[in-house]
């Protein structure tokens, strides 16, 4: 396993994460203060009014907004019912739950959206990094995705003798999430403990705080490298706050400790960002084109339905054929693309166009390469073989929004497009508006407002026809260049 090291850059706007492996980027992460959401967070709120019409009741739990509670999301034992009843039989109705002035510990499930209070549900769950924790149930449970029969009982029974049985004073339900499908038993008793601290605090701080209070706050950025990113490969986390340094500290000490020992305050005068090169990485992972060490290079388009990966050789002659050419170029990339799937966080399908290969055996090669370096990604992917038309089809789990929508929004001159019109064919839209507008309106003069390079245009290659235009409808055409106007932008003045 390749070592790893881990920079934090924290900042009050915004928290950065990089994970660095035999010196390369393998991973970004980044979460803004501003855009951080209320899902997994636990209240204490107060019911202040039930409509037994939508079976619903509003939750005043301390947002701008009173929050939304639907009878589906009541957890049987957290109103005045007690739970009794048969499985499938009719739920009782919100206004025999629930009751006004009530205070229960609810959890937001759905941020609010527009006009709309958060969706509150008072089944409430604990994310770890391997379980999830119920504490309102007793029952252990496997994710679907984890198919075999036989490695479910296997998890089933670990997990039993690890938490007990309900009758023998266990306490709280688990889900086994996906990555616990390979967890040793000491990292499913540190989740264990960590999750039964989380769930003890929330009870302690329900009996203690007001109603409107936050009872538990989803894990930030900077605390879920202690609890999701940092494995046994870890050699040093290092964060630039000295007091999100001793926050950290704090919390590993409580719910991590074997992560404590790795934590470094970086004091160094440059940004720890700028010194480990992680700033040119963002710009390069924010690039349609990466260039490859032997002169080849690979182009990434994201698209709403797929991501397209294109390798092409560029400039790499070196090897003694071209067949040679071709597949150093393709094992390259293979370990590139891997990587910048990783540093974008593309998911979805994922289209990957290697050059052709003409022997079976250098396909084989590559695709194993492929798969190997796909096997360091934490993320789940499944990569089939190559298609008759000689494409790599495989599929990357979402986990998050791609870095690229993350930090990027849609160019306000393109709008998205890639491209904008060349100048000469603004130039024959003006032409042609101007016409337009002369068959409807007498002005005394038309007067052209566009960029720079239209005027430009205009006033040179396009002047026979600007002044053939102006004789024809027999008024004067005036231009002007306005600096701000981007490329396609143009403005018709009658005068």
């Avoid at 739920?91 to 499930?109: A, K, N, S």
């Avoid at 339905?305 to 092409?312: C, E, F, G, R």
Wanted: net charge negative.
């Amino acid at each position: 396993m390749a070592s790893q090291d881990i920079l934090i850059n924290w900042a009050p706007q915004e928290t950065r994460v990089a994970i660095i492996e035999n010196g390369a980027v393998q991973e970004l992460h980044i979460e803004r203060t501003l855009e951080r959401g209320q899902v997994g967070n636990v209240y204490l709120g107060k019911v202040v009014r039930v409509l037994p019409g939508m079976q619903s009741a509003f939750v005043d739990v301390g947002l701008e907004r009173a929050a939304f509670l639907h009878v589906a999301d009541l957890h049987p034992h957290s109103g005045g019912w007690n739970g009794g009843g048969n499985r499938g039989d009719p739920l009782p109705p919100i206004e025999r739950q629930v009751f006004e002035g009530q205070t229960l510990t609810v959890q937001v499930i759905k941020d609010a959206i527009g006009t709309k209070g958060a969706r509150l549900s008072t089944q409430i769950s604990i994310a770890g990094r391997m379980l999830v924790f119920l504490p309102q149930d007793n029952h252990i449970g496997i994710s679907q995705k984890i198919g075999s029969p036989e490695l479910r009982d296997q998890l089933r029974s670990r997990m039993l003798a690890l938490v007990g049985r309900p009758e023998d004073g266990g306490g709280g339900g688990f889900i086994l999430r996906t990555n616990a499908e390979e967890a040793s038993d000491t990292e499913l008793a540190d989740d264990i403990a960590y999750l039964r601290k989380a769930w003890e605090l929330i009870r302690e701080r329900s009996h203690c705080l007001p109603a409107g209070s936050l009872l538990h706050q989803d894990l930030s950025l900077a605390e879920r490298v202690l609890r999701d990113l940092s494995t046994e490969a870890t050699q040093a986390i290092r964060i630039d706050s000295k007091m999100q340094f001793d926050a950290l500290h704090a919390f590993g000490e409580t719910y991590m400790p074997g992560a404590v020992a790795k934590l470094e305050h970086y004091k160094g005068e440059r940004p720890i960002f700028d010194l480990f090169g992680i700033e040119e990485e963002i710009a390069r992972a924010l690039s349609r084109r990466v260039d490859l060490k032997s002169g080849g290079y690979v182009i990434f388009d994201q698209t709403e339905a797929l991501t397209t990966v294109d390798v092409n050789t560029g400039g790499f002659v070196g090897a003694r054929n071209f067949d040679d050419t071709i597949f150093k170029t393709n094992l390259e990339a293979a370990g590139a693309i891997a990587r910048q799937l990783r540093l974008r966080n593309l998911g979805g399908i994922i289209i990957v166009d290697f050059i052709d290969m003409a022997r079976e055996e250098h396909q084989q090669a590559v695709l194993a390469e492929f798969r190997k370096q796909l096997s360091r990604d934490r993320t789940r992917t499944t990569v089939s073989g190559f298609t008759q038309l000689g494409l790599v089809e495989m599929t990357r789990k979402r986990t998050r929004e791609s870095l690229a929508h993350m930090l990027c929004e849609p160019c306000p001159t393109c709008q998205g497009r890639g491209q904008v019109k060349t100048a000469r064919s603004v130039c024959y839209d003006i032409l042609r508006e101007i016409l337009r507008e002369a068959r409807q309106f007498n002005p005394r003069e038309f007067r052209v407002v566009a960029s720079a390079a239209v005027v430009e245009t205009l006033l040179d290659e396009e002047s026979v026809h600007l002044a053939g235009l102006s004789e024809f409808i027999g008024k004067p055409i005036s231009l002007s260049a306005e600096p701000t106007m981007n490329p396609e932008q143009y403005d018709i003045v009658l005068l």
